[in-house]
T-cell receptor
């Protein structure tokens, strides 16, 4: 198992609410990427943070936002939740100068259900 | 746009046989192509990756081949075992946006 942890494990919210998901990167890693994995599909890239700055973003609306802290842990915030936001949210940490070519190690994910 | 297609979506093999999963990518992806294995209820785990300066890479029973001209890459698992049963994802990296794009996954079932 990797040293990447995520909290909470499961979360239930209602439409319109806001949610914050957390990720602790593996020791020595300075980059965190976030993915959304809908049931039966591959992970979809949301964004990446390197040394507290966003340095890459996928096709997700601005209501998906994030932060990275000096210890390289990260948060994913989703505002105005929609039913389609129900998914497994995965974070992955990596080391190096940032980018997608560094090996990414995934956390266990947070299962978000929006009712 | 960036797109990765993965085939087949499901694959059933007899224990000991080989399994092959193929992926194609659009446009000019960068030089990094990882493969992940995801068991039910667990996190994706990297099993092998390949960079564009090589055409093939092998790690015990797993091998990956890359054809950048044809824009496709494949995963080969030999001598399959029941513990190989899982969902496998290919991915390709695009430098624009630092984006790792995943295929839709292949559910592999190894029958004893």
């Amino acid at each position: 198992e990797t040293g990447v942890t995520q909290s909470p494990t499961h979360l239930i919210k209602t439409r319109g609410q806001q949610v914050t998901l957390r990720c602790s990167s593996q020791s020595g890693h300075n980059t965190v990427s976030w993915y959304q994995q809908a049931l039966g599909q591959g992970p979809q890239f949301i964004f990446q943070y390197y040394r507290e700055e966003e340095n890459g973003r996928g096709n997700f609306p601005p209501r998906f936002s994030g932060l990275q802290f000096p210890n390289y842990s990260s948060e994913l915030n989703v505002n105005a939740l929609e039913l389609d936001d129900s998914a497994l949210y995965l974070c992955a940490s990596s080391s190096g100068p940032g980018g997608g070519t560094d090996t990414q190690y995934f956390g266990p994910g947070t299962r978000l259900t929006v009712l | 746009g960036e797109n990765v297609e993965q085939h087949p979506s499901t694959l059933s093999v007899q224990e000991g046989d080989s399994a092959v999963i193929k992926c194609t990518y659009s446009d000019s992806a960068s030089n990094y192509f990882p493969w992940y294995k995801q068991e039910l209820g667990k996190r994706p785990q990297l099993i092998i990756d390949i960079r564009s300066n090589v055409g093939e890479k092998k790690d015990q029973r797993i091998a990956v081949t890359l054809n950048k001209t044809a824009k496709h890459f494949s995963l080969h698992i030999t001598e399959t075992q029941p513990e190989d049963s899982a969902v496998y994802f290919c991915a390709a990296y695009w430098a624009a946006g630092n984006k790792l794009t995943f295929g839709g996954g292949t559910r592999v079932l190894v029958k004893p």
